[in-house]
């Protein structure tokens, strides 16, 4: 494989994990004299609408017989009508973050049906994690037609050492305001432990879906949250770095994540973690580095926050946890030459 065509929903330099995922992947590989082009899809996802339909055909007829089209999972549904004819010419593969299915009950009923229909179509999908892989699997896509390329992790200069403060607990959580990320559970847990010294930093888009921000408004003005709790939008990575080098603990609340490349960079900057075990949280964050509750479990998220605030050994030592995992975590030019390695696979 000398190049291809990476398909995406928009814009390319959007502020989220799989579109960082995908300028990583395209900086390093045309790095290595690779022809990589992008191809935006106009048109709204994932529900696709009549104009991203149209996009997603025309990018498709364009490409020559026999190219190689790489697809973002999140487009999947615009190829609906048009998948099947140009599979038979081109050599497709597909680039899953978390199966579209996963993300909310609503999403199920909507996108069941067309991954399972679409994604046995291609020669390959390629998965950031083994729990993806297994929702691919499900859908039919055979084990030796599926290979996992994790992102790479961004790592600071140099380590950072954490102690327990005997002040406010800074806390930090980075992932968009929408349903799957949680934040009104997390929310709900934090406004039981009113009594305890903790701030929260919010970082991530407070446009993609307002009803999640206006519910999220709601609920901290419920609690007299406001002083405490600061959404701050997205923001770039050098303000992220910031962000994590001043924080004392990262939480996240997600039902889902097909990887969760946030919690990755929290450890790196040896973040202890407070998560889930939605989806492959536990593959990304093991027990030294953070602790893990069920998904949606308002009690166990705010006790698990409460023993970190009120046990120092407990912190230390997820502190030094996360650090370690951090450190062992690949780089980007390591994660492209697996995500390579594995499309080579998948098209031979």
Known sequence: MRGFSLLLPGSIEQITGGYLYARHLVDRLRARGLDVSVRELAGTFPAADERAKEACAAALAALPDGAVAVI????????ADCLAHEAA????LLLVHHTLAEETAAAARLFAAVEARLMPLAAGVICPSARTADAVAAYGVARARIALAPP?????????????????????SVGNLTPRKGHLALIEALARLSSRPWRLDIIG???RDPDTVAAVRRALAAHDMDPRVRLLGERPQAALAEAYETADLFV???YHEGFGMAFAEAMAWGLPIIATTGGAVPETVPASAGLLVPPGDVAALSAALARVMN???????LALGA???GAALADWDAAAERWLDGARRLLA
């Open 152 to 172: 790479g992790t961004m790592k600071p200069d140099r380590p950072v050492a954490r102690r327990h403060l005997s002040g406010a607990m800074r806390m930090l």
């Open 311 to 317: 046990e120092p050994t407990l912190y230390q030592r």
């Open 72 to 79: 973002d999972g999140l487009a999947l549904a615009g190829f």
């Open 89 to 92: 010419r081109l050599r497709l």
């Open 323 to 325: 650090a370690a995992t």
């Open 252 to 254: 996240l609340a997600s």
């Open 205 to 207: 888009s407070l446009t």
